[in-house]
Nanobody
């Protein structure tokens, strides 16, 4: 079982920055692929960024060049640095921990970008 707790969301103006954090309870955090997903009102949840246990990353096209995912295995934490935020980035952001056939989700943190 893995418990995930997100933090760092909030209200920011267009062009601003936020850093989301996700702290995991599991001592073997380092073996999980960690991801950030988001869900805007009326839309499906979508992948934003993902980082594997060996540090490989991939991003949604809409955030490439603006967002950066990273992880600190010593702190059991994954981060999402979000720069040049746009109103379209407004959503609830969820942290995800995954192994083949196993998924855990955090409770989500709201990010609102005003124009």
């Amino acid at each position: 079982q893995v418990q995930l707790v997100e933090s760092g969301g909030g209200l920011v103006q267009s062009g601003g920055s936020l850093r989301l954090s996700c702290a995991a309870s599991n001592r073997i955090f380092s073996i999980y692929t960690m991801g950030w997903y988001r869900q805007a009102p009326g839309k499906q949840r979508e992948l934003v960024a993902r980082i594997t246990s060996v540090g490989s990353t991939n991003y949604a096209d809409s955030v490439k060049g603006r967002f950066t995912i990273s992880r600190d295995n010593a702190k059991n934490t994954v981060y999402l640095q979000m720069n040049s935020l746009k109103p379209d980035d407004t959503a609830v952001y969820y942290c995800n921990a995954a192994l083949p056939g196993i998924y855990y989700w955090g409770q989500g943190t709201q990010v609102t970008v005003s124009s």
